[in-house]
Nanobody, 123 residues
Framework: QVQLVESGGGSVQAGGSLRLSCAAS????????MGWFRQAPGKEREGVAG????????YYADSVKGRFTISQDNAKNTVYLQMNSLKPEDTAMYYC????????????????WGQGTQVTVSS
């Protein structure tokens, strides 16, 4: 059964940090690329970071480069998103996605999605 479970969201002040986790079922984790997307109220879902499970290559949107880091733990079938130097504009629901096209920021290029975890950054 395909399952993605996100955790780690919360409320922080600008400049703070959070680490999101995405625990995946074995099948989902082993397939191609996993990524993090976010969606703020009234805005379209946008890609944030991606990682190729098979080789570890990583991809970042320009808006988060140098601040966010995506990583994987194969023993736990888990992908992480370390978010540092958070800004109010990072406020959004963050979604984990699996079985996607590495480097693509188009949500339709991913086949499986989690329920999301809220990140709120106050100024």
């Amino acid at each position: 059964q395909v399952q993605l479970v996100e955790s780690g969201g919360g409320s922080v002040q600008a400049g703070g940090s959070l680490r999101l986790s995405c625990a995946a079922s074995r099948y989902t984790y082993s397939s191609n690329c996993m990524g993090w997307f976010r969606q703020a109220p009234g805005k379209e879902r946008e890609g944030v970071a991606g990682i190729y499970i098979g080789g570890g290559s990583t991809y970042y949107a320009d808006s988060v480069k140098g601040r966010f880091t995506i990583s994987q733990d194969n023993a736990k079938n888990t992908v992480y998103l370390q978010m540092n130097s958070l800004k109010p504009e990072d406020t959004a629901m963050y979604y984990c996605a699996a079985d996607g096209t590495c480097g693509s920021w188009y949500p339709g290029s991913y086949n499986y999605w989690g329920q999301g975890t809220q990140v709120t950054v106050s100024s």
